[in-house]
Nanobody, 124 residues
Framework: QVQLVESGGGLVQAGASLRLSCAASGRTFDRYTMGWFRQAPGKERELVAVISWSPRSTVYAESVKGRFAMSRDNAKNAAYLQMNSLKPEDTAVYYC?????????????????WGQGTQVTVSS
């Protein structure tokens, strides 16, 4: 069982940066693939980034490549999403999720645990 709590969202202007954090409970955190998803009003929840448990390689959605960076600290049971050069279209609720599957699972159905989400709003 893994419980996830996101933090770090907020209201920023276009071009600004934010760092989201995901705090996880559970002794087997380092065996889970972690993902960040987002859901904008009226849209489907979409994958933003995935990081494997080892060797911690990452995969990103095309829309955030070069601007966002996902990392994890297994010693702290935490995952992070550094978001730079934010755009109004990045506005969404951002969710942290954990999957027991290896590789880079990309669909919502492959993730067993979810946080409650944190709102990111980017004004133009």
């Amino acid at each position: 069982q893994v419980q996830l709590v996101e933090s770090g969202g907020g209201l920023v202007q276009a071009g600004a940066s934010l760092r989201l954090s995901c705090a996880a409970s559970g002794r087997t955190f380092d065996r889970y693939t972690m993902g960040w998803f987002r859901q904008a009003p009226g849209k489907e929840r979409e994958l933003v980034a995935v990081i494997s448990w080892s060797p911690r390689s990452t995969v990103y959605a095309e829309s955030v490549k070069g601007r966002f960076a996902m990392s994890r600290d297994n010693a702290k049971n935490a995952a992070y999403l550094q978001m730079n050069s934010l755009k109004p279209e990045d506005t969404a609720v951002y969710y942290c999720a954990a999957s027991p599957r290896g590789g880079w699972p990309r669909s919502r159905a492959e993730y067993d645990y979810w946080g409650q989400g944190t709102q990111v709003t980017v004004s133009s």
